[in-house]
T-cell receptor, first 113, second 110 residues
Framework: ETGVTQSPTHLIKTRGQQVTLRCSSQ?????VSWYQQALGQGPQFIFQ???????GRGNFPPRFSGLQFPNYSSELNVNALELDDSALYLC????????????FGPGTRLTVT | RKEVEQDPGPFNVPEGATVAFNCTYS??????FFWYRQDCRKEPKLLMS???SGNEDGRFTAQLNRASQYISLLIRDSKLSDSATYLC???????????FGTGTKLQVIP
C-alpha cells in the first residue's frame, strides 16, 4: 500500500451539483497532484499543489479547483457538475525532488446523473 | 500529434513469452520518464522509472531513446500476474504537468 488515502470511494451526484473529494498524502510527501481518468483512457492531469499553492494546471476549466492544507492533504472541488465529469478521480503524492515518483491513492469514482 | 502515444493493444501473449511496449513522446524537453501498471478498476502503481542509461528490475527492462523520443518496456518470462494495463508517463523539467499515455493492455494467456 502507498499510504495515500482518498475519500469517499464512490459518489453519485446530479448535474449542476458541487462535489468535494479528499486526499491524504503519503507521509513525507509535500506535493499532491489530481487526475481525472475516464473509462479506457489514461489519467489526465488536473492540477498540482505544492506547499499549499497551485503549481501547474492541465486543460480543465476553473470550476475545477483545489486546496492543499499545512499537513499536505488536499481537496478537489468541482462546481456545476456535468455528465462528462463522471470518471475516476485519482490523487498522487510525491516529494518535489529530482525523481518525482508519484504514488497514487485508490481513487474516488464519481458518477454524475 | 498526441503528447504521449501508446499502442492500446491488447497484446495477448502466452506465459513465458517476452513482450515489448513502446511509448513515443512529442516534447523534446521531457526529462523524466516512468512506467506504471494499472489493474482493472484500480489505481496506477509505479513499476519503474526510466533512466537514460536504461535500467532493469528483475524481468522488466526499461529503455530511453532521446533521439527518437520513445521509451520502451520489455517483460521477459511473462507471468499470468503481469496481465494489466501499462501506462507510460512523461514529465518535462521543472514543476510542470505530467502526461500519461492511454495505456497498453497486456493479457498473458495460460
Amino acid at each position: 500500500e502507498t499510504g495515500v488515502t482518498q475519500s469517499p470511494t464512490h459518489l453519485i451526484k446530479t448535474r449542476g451539483q458541487q462535489v468535494t473529494l479528499r486526499c491524504s498524502s503519503q507521509s513525507g510527501h509535500n506535493t499532491v497532484s489530481w487526475y481525472q481518468q475516464a473509462l479506457g483512457q489514461g489519467p489526465q492531469f488536473i492540477f498540482q499543489y505544492y506547499r499549499e499553492e497551485e503549481n501547474g494546471r492541465g486543460n480543465f476549466p476553473p470550476r475545477f479547483s483545489g486546496l492543499q492544507f499545512p499537513n499536505y492533504s488536499s481537496e478537489l472541488n468541482v462546481n456545476a457538475l456535468e455528465l462528462d465529469d463522471s470518471a475516476l478521480y485519482l490523487c498522487a503524492s510525491s516529494w518535489q525532488g529530482a525523481s518525482y515518483e508519484q504514488y497514487f491513492g485508490p481513487g474516488t469514482r464519481l458518477t454524475v446523473t | 500529434r498526441k503528447e504521449v502515444e501508446q499502442d492500446p493493444g491488447p497484446f495477448n501473449v502466452p506465459e513465458g513469452a517476452t513482450v515489448a511496449f513502446n511509448c513515443t513522446y512529442s516534447n523534446s524537453a521531457s526529462q523524466s520518464f516512468f512506467w506504471y501498471r494499472q489493474d482493472c478498476r484500480k489505481e496506477p502503481k509505479l513499476l519503474m522509472s526510466v533512466y537514460s542509461s536504461g535500467n532493469e528490475d528483475g524481468r522488466f527492462t526499461a529503455q530511453l531513446n532521446r533521439a527518437s523520443q520513445y521509451i520502451s518496456l520489455l517483460i521477459r518470462d511473462s507471468k499470468l500476474s503481469d496481465s494489466a494495463t501499462y501506462l507510460c508517463v512523461v514529465k518535462p523539467g521543472g514543476y510542470q504537468k505530467v502526461t500519461f499515455g492511454t495505456g497498453t493492455k497486456l493479457q498473458v494467456i495460460p
